[in-house]
Nanobody
Framework: QVQLVESGGGLVQPGGSLRLSCAAS????????MAWRRQVPGKQRELVAG???????NYADSVKGRFTISRDNAQNTVYLQMNSLKPDDTAVYYC??????????????WGTGTQVTVSS
């Protein structure tokens, strides 16, 4: 059994910052890529940022230069530092990880989501 637990969401004013965290726990053998996605009601879920096992990263154009994804492999944790937040960043943010458990094979696991609201 694997669980992903996110934290760090909340209400922030435009121009402010938030740091999201997501920790995985359970029967984990190894973790490959990690990512943050977000969803606004009525819209498709979109990739915000991803980080591979080698540390290489990719970002949605809308967040480049403002958001930074990082990972702590020892803690099975992924972070998303969000700066210069805009109202358009308001969404539910989900972390995802490709995890290999002690059973054969690996698959993607999702957190339950954390709300980020950017408003004055």
């Amino acid at each position: 059994q694997v669980q992903l637990v996110e934290s760090g969401g909340g209400l922030v004013q435009p121009g402010g910052s938030l740091r999201l965290s997501c920790a995985a726990s359970g029967s984990i053998f190894s973790i490959g890529s990690m990512a943050w996605r977000r969803q606004v009601p009525g819209k498709q879920r979109e990739l915000v940022a991803g980080i591979a096992s080698d540390g290489s990263t990719n970002y949605a154009d809308s967040v480049k230069g403002r958001f930074t994804i990082s990972r702590d492999n020892a803690q099975n944790t992924v972070y998303l530092q969000m700066n210069s937040l805009k109202p358009d960043d308001t969404a539910v943010y989900y972390c995802t990880m490709v995890i290999r458990t002690h059973s054969p094979g690996s698959r993607a696991y999702w957190g339950t989501g954390t709300q980020v609201t950017v408003s004055s």
